[in-house]
């Protein structure tokens, strides 16, 4: 038998209805629609505003988004990965509420945590699985509310992260098409410059924490651009080298959407010159964190087609970041 590879056979997503613009956030912090989409390109976010719902929620709609495009049984699925930073809760992994949400009665799940590099963490983790043989159907998903981790008084973060949730199904492929290869790292060396400090076994919550506000992301942006250009980049001219792809041969670039200034430079690294096969969302749904990969994905599955080359990067928190390639398994 043919040497088994990982492919995405259908992808599924969902953003919430209520819109944040550049412009309401003038009104919350001190700052500009102008300094904001020049600074990152975004122009607009999603938000999750019912408080009775948390990041599940969004992952279960992206699921629920697959199952019916793909007319999927969801007694088929083994195995849920939810990539997330926002879980619904520390303790009662989320991905166990969507597998009996959208009725995966035969799977197991859990969630998995590597900031912004979560979904691609996560599309690893689930290729492994189908690679040894060991199962058949595997729904990786990146969902999370940024927005109840979040300070909306501070312009250095509230400007930048949005709510949204996305899945890809990995199944067995025998003609060589899915994931070719992946260049993953990590470095603790950003451990403090992008975090949640409270919460946590280090530090417990408590009303002084809260009062702190020590439960909300802080970011030192210039150091996290600073690493997050030069990393993304340099993974994702590795992968093309190790793999011996020119510009040419690379269709689309499916980069983290952190700031559109970070996507430009790792294009540029990358030699591609062809704007048109960078993905980019980020006006629209700002930084979903582990959402931004798969909101990608459905947002130009109709214009991959089968035997493309698609080159994921990502970076995030930790340090963590990556590169993947993989070539797209079919037509839509
Ligand atoms: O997804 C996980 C990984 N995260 C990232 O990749 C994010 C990486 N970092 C960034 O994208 C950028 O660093 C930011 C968008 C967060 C900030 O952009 P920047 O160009 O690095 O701005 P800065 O932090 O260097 O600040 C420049 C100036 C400062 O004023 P002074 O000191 O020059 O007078 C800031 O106080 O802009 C000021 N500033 C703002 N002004 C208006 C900072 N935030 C804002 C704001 N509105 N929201």
């Known amino acids: 038998m043919s040497k088994i590879t990982a492919a995405i056979t259908a992808v599924g997503a969902y953003v919430p209805e209520d819109i944040l613009t550049n412009k309401k956030l003038e009104e919350l912090v001190d700052t500009s629609d102008e300094w904001i989409l020049s600074r990152t390109g975004i122009k607009e976010r999603r938000i999750l505003k019912d408080p009775s719902l948390g990041t599940s929620y969004l992952a279960i709609e992206a699921a629920k988004d697959l199952i019916n495009k793909a007319n999927l049984d969801p007694a088929e699925i083994d195995l849920i990965i939810l990539g997330t930073v926002s879980p619904d809760m520390p ?26 590099s979560s979904f691609l963490y996560g599309m690893s983790t689930g290729a492994a699985y189908i690679e040894s043989g060991r199962y058949k159907k595997v729904l990786v998903i990146g969902a999370d509310k940024m927005s109840s981790i979040i300070d909306y008084t501070d312009r250095t973060t509230c400007i930048i992260f949005g709510d ?28 403090n410059s992008l975090k949640i400090v409270a919460g946590g076994s280090l530090m417990p919550p408590s009303e002084e924490t809260v009062a702190k506000k020590l439960h909300y992301v802080q970011q030192d942006g210039k150091t996290v651009f600073k690493f997050a250009v030069s990393n993304m980049a340099e993974v994702s001219a590795q992968i093309m080298e190790r793999n011996n792809l020119i510009n040419k041969d690379v269709d689309w670039l499916v980069a983290h959407q952190a700031n559109k200034r970070i996507i430009d430079a790792t294009a540029k690294r990358m030699n591609l010159t062809d704007e048109d096969k960078v993905l980019m969302n980020i006006h629209r749904y700002g930084n979903t964190t582990s959402a931004t990969l798969p909101l990608l994905l459905s947002d130009y599955e109709k214009q991959f087609k089968k035997g493309d080359n698609l080159i ?20 839509s």
């Not at 303790?91 to 945590?113: E, K, P, R, T």
């Not at 899945?167 to 451990?191: F, H, K, V």
């Not at 994921?312 to 037509?331: E, M, Q, R």
Request: charge should be negative; hydrophobic fraction near 45%; aromatic fraction near 14%.
């Open 164 to 191: 949204g949730g996305g899945a890809a199904l990995l199944e067995p492929n025998y003609e060589g098409l899915g994931l070719q290869d992946e260049l993953l790292r990590c470095d603790s060396i950003g451990r």
């Open 312 to 331: 994921f990067a990502s970076f995030g928190g930790g340090f963590t970041w990556g590169a993947t390639y993989l070539k797209w398994a079919y037509n």
């Open 91 to 116: 303790v009662a992994a989320s991905a166990v509420h969507v597998a009996s949400q959208i009725g995966a009665v035969n799977a197991f799940g859990y969630d998995l945590q590597a900031a912004c």
